[in-house]
T-cell receptor, first 119, second 118 residues
Framework: DQQVKQNSPSLSVQEGRISILNCDYTNSMFDYFLWYKKYPAEGPTFLISISSIKDKNEDGRFTVFLNKSAKHLSLHIVPSQPGDSAVYFCAASGVIHSDSGGGADGLTFGKGTHLIIQP | ETGVTQTPRHLVMGMTNKKSLKCEQHLGHNAMYWYKQSAKKPLELMFVYSLEERVENNSVPSRFSPECPNSSHLFLHLHTLQPEDSALYLC?????????????????FGSGTQLSVL
């Protein structure tokens, strides 16, 4: 049972236009959401995040929107550039507690969306 | 360069072999993770070490055995694997606060080990 869903395996967008990547989640206990970007033969790298107390976070060309009531978030990239072609993973944060009271963040990831920017 | 180094980058092993994956982080973080990425599946969390203490993950078969000798190093020992274990294994680290409340939830990933089990 997937708690974080990215229903579009791939998305093709023309250079200069807006790219919109979508993500849905089912666990209402998630309170922090992140987007990671992955190039072939590399590990995922952090892109942008949003706390559940906000509905929007912007960083340059990247904006993440969160709709808590719909359990939906989206990543907007504008304008899209060829270097944006990559796989984008949506992730949600849930803290895992150890017996000693410490915690660590085990993120729950979606399957990813392969974004292709066409010249 | 993310500050998290994984070796080897590629590994081919038979089902009867024993091998180990290594991860080293140079970021001063106190939590380390193993994730598995199979084709057409989400990244799956396998193991978490926080402050060098392992947080149990019961869904991982015992043929995978993690080891965290210190806060900078993490190993994944493999034995008698199955072909379906072929996947990309990713190590990550983060800086976590004690008391169960994470203050920095960004993970820094290594480039991964592409494992093929024949």
């Amino acid at each position: 049972d997937q708690q974080v869903k990215q229903n579009s395996p791939s998305l093709s967008v023309q250079e200069g236009r807006i790219s919109i990547l979508n993500c849905d989640y089912t666990n209402s206990m998630f309170d922090y959401f992140l987007w990671y970007k992955k190039y072939p033969a590399e590990g995922p790298t952090f892109l942008i995040s949003i706390s559940s107390i906000k509905d929007k976070n912007e960083d340059g060309r990247f904006t993440v929107f969160l709709n808590k009531s719909a359990k939906h978030l989206s990543l907007h990239i504008v304008p899209s550039q060829p270097g944006d072609s990559a796989v984008y993973f949506c992730a949600a944060s849930g803290v895992i507690h150890s017996d000693s009271g410490g915690g660590a963040d085990g993120l729950t990831f979606g399957k990813g969306t392969h974004l292709i920017i066409q010249p | 360069e993310t500050g998290v180094t994984q070796t080897p980058r590629h590994l081919v092993m038979g089902m009867t072999n024993k091998k180990s994956l290594k991860c080293e982080q140079h970021l001063g973080h106190n939590a380390m993770y193993w994730y598995k990425q199979s084709a057409k599946k989400p990244l799956e969390l396998m193991f978490v070490y926080s402050l060098e203490e392992r947080v149990e993950n019961n869904s991982v078969p015992s043929r995978f055995s993690p080891e965290c000798p210190n806060s900078s190093h993490l190993f994944l020992h493999l034995h008698t694997l199955q072909p379906e274990d072929s996947a990309l294994y990713l190590c990550a680290s983060s800086q976590e606060a004690s008391g169960g409340l994470a203050t920095n939830e960004k993970l820094f990933f290594g480039s991964g080990t592409q494992l093929s089990v024949l």
